[in-house]
């Protein structure tokens, strides 16, 4: 099995910043891309951002420039660093993770059971 989970989310102010972790642990034989994506309350869920094993970055139009995906390969953690952070914001944060449990089986997305960032005065 393999388990996926994010920490870091709370309560911030418009301006103010947050740091966001995501590790994945368990029956793990390599893991490839990871990423972060949000849910508003009453939207779908969208990509903020992800990053490839060789740190390859894709962000959402709505974060250049704000937030900043990172990982450390050795911990299986990918980070999201949210900056000047705006009420838009405002949602549950899930973090995936493409892994491959053995060698010769197909990889398979993982997902966390998500942190709730929320950005009010």
């Known amino acids: 099995q393999v388990q996926v989970v994010e920490s870091g989310g709370g309560l911030v102010q418009p301006g103010g910043s947050l740091r966001l972790s995501c590790a994945a642990s368990?029956?793990?034989?390599?893991?490839?891309?990871m990423g972060w994506y949000r849910q508003a309350p009453g939207k779908q869920r969208e990509l903020v951002a992800d990053i490839t094993t060789v740190g390859n970055t894709n962000y959402a139009d709505s974060v250049k420039g704000r937030f900043t995906i990172s990982r450390d390969n050795v911990k299986n953690t990918v980070y999201l660093q949210m900056n000047s952070l705006k009420p838009e914001d405002t949602a549950v944060y899930y973090c995936?993770?493409?892994?491959?449990?053995?060698?010769?089986?197909?990889?398979?997305?993982?997902w966390g059971q998500g942190t709730q960032v929320t950005v009010s005065s």
């Open positions: 368990g029956s793990i034989f390599s893991v490839y891309a």
């Open positions: 995936n993770s493409v892994v491959r449990t053995m060698a010769g089986l197909p990889r398979k997305t993982y």
